[in-house]
């Protein structure tokens, strides 16, 4: 007797350990490709916002490429300028004796330039904008902004701090 209930009380508790530690590996699971939350096809990796915006047609898709490309043919050499500008202040700040004057002018530099590209970018979104119907634009300006990519901006994650 004291054998069989020493077997069920071992065997619930391997069964208990099994499930709480399946159980907690969903915490660490992450999110691939595949079926979206209401079933729709997950979609891999586009660029641009089209196929977000609700009933487009062919035209304004191939418009709406058309100005990505102009826009992003207008803005590459503004980011390219803005990493050197980053790759010099950090120069200019790192060296034995500090030239403040030179790293200011730096920094207003890069200021200048990520000013232009906001501007850039907002004559953009407008130039999309124009394209929409009433109901796309409310979409299209439900969007939220887009946020910079770089080291500055990566997330601190469970652990707290960056790796």
Request: a positive charge; hydrophobic letters at 30%; zero cysteines.
């Amino acid at each position: 007797m004291k054998t069989s209930k020493l077997k069920l009380t071992a065997t619930l508790l391997v069964l208990f350990l099994v499930g709480f530690v399946s159980y907690s590996m969903k915490a660490y699971a992450q999110p691939g490709f595949g079926k979206g939350f209401k079933g729709e096809k997950r979609v891999e990796h586009r660029h641009g916002i089209e196929h977000k915006i609700p009933d487009l047609t062919e035209s304004q898709k191939d418009q709406i490429e058309k100005l990505r490309t102009e826009h992003m043919k207008k803005t590459l050499p503004m980011k390219n300028e803005v990493g050197e500008k980053e790759a010099r202040l950090r120069t200019l700040t790192t060296a034995e004796n500090v030239n403040m004057s030179k790293v200011n002018s730096v920094i207003e530099d890069i200021g200048e330039l990520k000013t232009k590209m906001a501007k850039e970018r907002e004559a953009h979104r407008q130039e999309i904008r124009k394209l929409l119907n009433d109901k796309q634009r409310v979409m299209f300006d439900s969007f939220p902004p887009r946020k910079p990519h770089g080291p500055k901006n990566k997330s601190f994650g469970r652990r707290g701090g960056r790796r």
